[in-house]
């Protein structure tokens, strides 16, 4: 699964990042081992086989497109974790963007917005995805993704990724791209070659400025864009163009086959177009007239993501969801019935808050499956599915939910089944069947009202030796976003504030979450109730009661992640950007920067020998966008941080040493392009273990409770192998 163009760099000595793994015992499990014929395999493991764990997702859900013949498949795009799918008409999700994140090195977030995927309704086994400035293309029914316009960023390349293409595909799979400075490409061959046509006459296609080609079943081609007036139309295949609806703003679109409706279409393809002033649009003559057919209220304001949807069945059934009405038809738009989904809303699958109890009005985009009987609509936080023609709905976001994770899982040392994980956006949530079912804690119940908006966890950790016993960090809305530590004695029942940071120690809190309120927390591991706790703004502080008081031991900015010795005497910080690591030698009590850098990206402390630990000085920021000196260097350290000795150097992330097997160790690596590796012999030598993994990268591994189990986590999404090795 070697991403194309983008080639392992070989060294005469193995390297690799060190990050801390949350295991049972709550001890770091790290390994190093330097060896002069270190080498990596192309080979990749039978049973590196990841599947999705926990609540998971990407951020906003931009947009939804069923599968053109097969009812049971739909694709929805985010804004932070690309592309999903779902095989079972919506009900679940699974996330198919590790090829694309692998070619663009994931460096930023993989971005993807409305109307930038499709799929070729004659051979729907090819798609085709406008992300991250380029085209990528599927002929195997998005399993696997290569490029077909544009170059994946060479190593070392950290800019941002320009911005995607709008895309369509022709009923003869003609390919039509429109990219972000209006310059419109098509392909005939399936992206293997391409033709750039005159642009339309409508505004620079944007984020802010959506546009969206629409290709008629008689090849008429019609271009719109958010917040352009008309409908630029080109019957020569995008040679010229001229400009219909003129005084409208086109929101939505929907093509609709001649030879399957009963509206007179003998002289062309039909057409429906939704304006921003509430009006919908029906042509039957490939866009050369218009009728009016339905007004509605719409309130919709340049910039605004909930734009409205329009979706047809080629039996003529029709709906239309604006910003303040749903409405339905049965007859291509003749007559029209009001539903009301505030009267028939089930929040379904979807575990989190109530901020969606009522998804009325908002949509971002809607579509209906092949064979008529499924509606989805996303209104760019929640995806409802109605399997009556709108008459009830059901929240669908297994797999889907708009999640972030700072932090990986905690699973319960005591209860292998039982697991807890905090997520930006959603708070924290708990499964007691091993990642079957998930619910979400009710850790601070003022936030839980109907005005309720936002509810951030950070990180979430199980006690090493009470059973029941779990530690939340959560961040609420506006001026209470500042993180508070809480804790639960009965399995996440009940919780009382132990910690409010603004309350006892200060500090600036912005509006939003951002990099200030990141936090982490150990346990000591000689004495549980000594712990210490970490933040991006504030720095370190100590607890030696189980958190019932606390005290700020250091004044730091950019703390990242915590990790002790095994006996708790040596406590050490990592902090990204600046600085450095910081220790103390004397249980957090004091603090000496043990090495300074622009950054650490990598901490680990070896599981036994109690002075010996590894720091990575290089520093990508959330694991996407490098920062300093390129590659980053490993370093070890034999006597508690006061010197250190280059082992390699190599752009890489966690590691993961099997707490069971030792010799048994995972590496989420950027450098080349691999991923995700496995070593069987104790870091010697690696071999690919990233088939069928969510994500390119991971951000840490955490041991899943039983042998040869282990989950990771990244940026909005986690997956769990039972086979890291055969028990």
Known sequence: MTAPGIGWGSSSKLEFVIVQATLPSLVLLVMSIVSSS???????????????????????????????????????????????RSQDAGITWRKMSADVERG???????VSHNRQFAIDPKEPQRMYWGTCGMIWGSHDGGVKWVPVLGQPPSVGDDRTPGIGHAIDV???????????????????????????????????????????????????????????KGLAVSRDGGLTWNLALKDSVILSAKATLREATSVNTSSGSGLFAFDSNGNLHRSTDSAATFEIIKSSP?????????????????????????????????DWGENWTHRSIEENWDRGSYPGMNRYASPEGKCSALTVTSDGKTWLKCDSSLMCRSTDDGMTWTGCTTGLQVLCYFQGPAVSPHDPKQAMVAALDQGVFKTDDGG????????????????????????????PTKPGTWFAVIHGYGGTRHPRLHRSDDGGESWVLLLDLKQEFGGQWGRWLDDNEMTDLCFDPSNPNVMHLSNYQLGVFKSADGGASWKHTLQTKNALNLMTSPSGQHVYVQ????????????????????????????????????????????????????????????????????????????????????????????????????????????????HDFHADAPSYTARGFTYGGKPGSVIYHMFGNQARTETVYRP
């Open 170 to 228: 022709a009923p003869d799979g003609s390919v039509y791209a429109l990219d972000s400075m209006n310059v419109l490409r098509v392909s005939h061959d399936h992206g293997a070659s391409w033709d750039e046509l005159t642009s339309p006459p409508i505004a620079k296609n944007s984020s802010d400025t959506p546009a969206f080609p629409i290709t008629l079943s008689d090849g008429t081609l019609c271009v719109a864009c958010r917040p352009s």
């Open 104 to 110: 663009v090195m994931a460096r930023k977030q993989i």
């Open 436 to 463: 079957g079912t998930w619910r979400p804690m009710r850790i601070q119940s003022e936030w839980w009202n109907d005005d309720w908006r936002n509810h951030d966890g950070s990180v979430v950790k199980a006690h």
């Open 38 to 84: 270190a080498c990596v395999s192309t080979d990749a493991f039978a049973d590196s086989v990841w599947t999705p764990f926990g609540p998971g997702g990407g951020g906003w859900i931009e947009d939804v497109v069923a599968h053109p013949t097969n009812p049971n498949e739909v694709w929805a795009m985010t804004d932070l974790s690309g592309l999903f």
């Open 575 to 686: 902090c990204l950007k600046r600085t450095g690591l910081y220790a103390s030698h004397d249980r957090g009590e004091s603090w000496e920067i043990a090495h300074a850098a622009d950054g650490v990206d990598g901490i680990a402390h070896h599981p036994h020998e109690e002075n010996t630990l590894y720091v990575s000085d290089g520093q990508h920021t959330n694991y996407w966008s490098y920062k300093g000196t390129r590659p980053a260097k490993l370093l070890k350290s034999t006597d508690a941080g006061k010197s250190w000795s280059e082992l390699a150097a190599l752009d890489s992330g966690p590691l993961y040493v099997d707490p069971v097997k030792p010799s048994v160790m995972l590496m989420s690596t950027l450098h080349g392009g691999r991923g995700i590796l496995r070593s069987t012999d104790a870091g010697q030598t690696w």
């Open 298 to 330: 719409h309130s919709w304001k340049p910039g605004q993501r909930f734009a409205g949807g329009i979706a047809v069945t080629g039996k003529g059934n029709v709906m239309l969801w604006a910003l303040g009405e749903l409405s339905v038809s049965s």
